[in-house]
Nanobody, 131 residues
Framework: QAQVVESGGGLVQPGRSLTVSCAASGFTLDNYVIGWFRQFPGKDREGVAC????????YYADSVKGRFTISRDNAKNTVFLQMNNLQPEDTAVYYC????????????????????????WGQGTWVTVSS
């Protein structure tokens, strides 16, 4: 069964860092665009960062540019989101999703947020930033 699974969420103090992971199984992420999205309580889901798994091209939302880094490990079929200088306003459920194959533009996956039956979405992981 093709799926993506997030891990690494949790509670972190303001100003600290946290890395969440998105591992794919049942399919290879080659030729896919993978994105990290977040959803605040009562709000629509928003794109945070997206990456072309083949060539590493990335897109970042303005709200996280300079603080978050999306990266991939081709051998592990996994995408990471490193989040630095976390703030309470980053508290949300973080979702990983993959769209493809043969989708190449990371920005087009992140903005606007849409869903198709061919997408693979994870269940989400909570990231809570609080002292």
């Amino acid at each position: 069964q093709a799926q993506v699974v997030e891990s690494g969420g949790g509670l972190v103090q303001p100003g600290r860092s946290l890395t969440v992971s998105c591992a794919a199984s049942g399919f290879t992420l080659d030729n896919y665009v993978i994105g990290w999205f977040r959803q605040f309580p009562g709000k629509d889901r928003e794109g945070v960062a997206c990456i072309n798994f083949n060539d590493g091209r990335t897109y970042y939302a303005d709200s996280v540019k300079g603080r978050f880094t999306i990266s991939r490990d081709n051998a592990k079929n996994t995408v990471f989101l490193q989040m630095n200088n976390l703030q309470p306003e980053d508290t949300a459920v973080y979702y990983c999703a993959a769209r493809g194959p043969f989708i190449t533009q990371p920005q087009a996956f992140c903005v606007p947020v849409t869903r198709t039956p061919q997408d693979h979405w994870g269940q989400g992981t909570w990231v809570t930033v609080s002292s």
